[in-house]
Nanobody, 115 residues
Framework: VQLVESGGGLVQSGGSLRLSCAASGFTSSRYAMSWYRQAPGKERELVAAISSAGAGINYADSVKGRFTISRDNAKNEVYLQMNSLKSEDTAVYYC?????????WGQGTQVTVSS
């Protein structure tokens, strides 16, 4: 089982990034997929989540209207489009796949927003 995130990097405030998460080793289309983030000294927090079929989506209040989560079950991939980035979005972003009792995590990708 693997979740591999990509697309992180350094961007200026107001800029955009698109994160990708490639799943392998399990049937990701049956799993709810989420993006979490963890800033230095803070707890990991949920950023966005999407149901297995993509019909159910929710966002943290802090990213509503700026971030968009989507998935392509044919490619076993999940995406996070991040627009209007702010310095407070700086964190390591993690992909998560969950279908109880299974819960998988990626290794994370760093997003740094410079002001």
């Amino acid at each position: 089982v693997q979740l591999v995130e990509s697309g992180g990097g350094l961007v200026q405030s107001g800029g955009s990034l698109r994160l990708s998460c490639a799943a392998s080793g399990f049937t990701s289309s049956r799993y709810a997929m989420s993006w979490y983030r963890q800033a230095p000294g803070k707890e990991r927090e949920l950023v966005a989540a999407i149901s297995s079929a993509g019909a159910g989506i929710n966002y943290a209040d802090s990213v509503k209207g700026r971030f968009t989560i989507s998935r392509d079950n044919a490619k076993n991939e999940v995406y996070l489009q991040m627009n209007s980035l702010k310095s407070e979005d700086t964190a390591v972003y993690y992909c998560n796949a969950r279908k109880l009792p299974y819960n998988y995590w990626g290794q994370g990708t760093q997003v740094t927003v410079s002001s």
